[in-house]
């Protein structure tokens, strides 16, 4: 099945640029999505289909997605923006559907 | 604005069957546009997708968990449901339920607030 494959942890400081990978094989040709987890809440919809934003979401998040590695990168990083941030494809050449990759924790130092 | 609620057993024997129930609010669980799921994420760990379905009835599993999964809808209660058995400790974790949109590829928005379901004697 398909994996997807995160960094455990990304640390950044308040105003500057975070960057969270994802990395799968070809996930360029897939649609990727991405949450953010805050601890003890839901998973929360940051970008669809690469790099859309949902209404609500600040413009400072943005996604892209080529080759092996789809990004998600926030800008003016602030505090609470700490979370647990997840991607999500759509796999479907196997029964496997939906792949979730392991979580990348963002640290704001 | 579309609100989705769990609601189940906060605790549940080994070897017996999980029963949740996703209650959906400000919107049409028949809708042709969107499928509904479960998710589940155990306590510390990431999310593993367990399986959705469609408001017709049809349903995809998670291969891994398939055997012992079956999800239903129930459209004149604007419910769906989740019935896992013959769990183990392995399988405590937060359990939510989330709308997917039907077209290919696509995401979950919005999730229910999740309840915690553990596996214990």
């Known amino acids: 099945s398909y994996v997807l494959t995160q960094p455990p942890s990304v640390s950044v400081a308040p105003g500057k640029t975070a960057r969270i990978t994802c990395g799968g094989n070809?996930?360029?040709?897939?649609?990727v999505h991405w949450y953010q987890q805050k601890p003890g809440q839901a998973p929360v919809l940051v970008i669809y289909?690469?790099?859309d934003r949902p209404s609500g979401i600040p413009e400072r998040f943005s996604g892209s997605n080529s080759g092996n590695t789809a990004t998600l990168t926030i800008s003016r990083v602030e505090a609470g923006d700490e979370a647990d941030y997840y991607c999500?494809?759509?796999?479907?050449?196997?029964?496997?559907?939906?792949?979730f990759g392991g979580g990348t924790k963002l640290t704001v130092l | 604005q579309l609100q989705l609620q769990e609601s189940g057993p906060g605790l549940v024997k080994p070897s017996e069957t999980l029963s949740l129930t996703c209650t959906v609010s400000?919107?049409?669980?028949?809708?042709?546009?969107?499928?509904w799921g479960w998710i589940r994420q155990p306590p510390g760990k990431g999310l593993e997708w367990i399986g959705s379905?469609?408001?017709?009835?049809?349903?995809y599993y998670n291969p891994s968990l398939k055997s012992r999964v079956t999800i239903s809808v129930d459209t004149s209660k604007n419910q769906f449901s989740l019935k896992l058995s013959s769990v183990t400790a392995a399988d405590t974790a937060v359990y939510y339920c989330?709308?997917?949109?039907?077209?290919?590829?696509?995401?979950?928005?919005?999730w229910g607030q999740g309840t915690l379901v553990t596996v214990s004697s």
């Open positions: 989330a709308r997917r949109e039907a077209a290919a590829g696509s995401w979950f928005d919005p």
């Open positions: 400000g919107g049409s669980i028949s809708s042709s546009s969107y499928y």
């Open positions: 379905i469609y408001y017709s009835g049809s349903t």
């Open positions: 070809n996930i360029g040709s897939k649609s």
């Open positions: 289909y690469d790099s």
């Open positions: 999500q494809v759509w796999d479907s050449s196997s029964d496997l559907h939906v792949v």
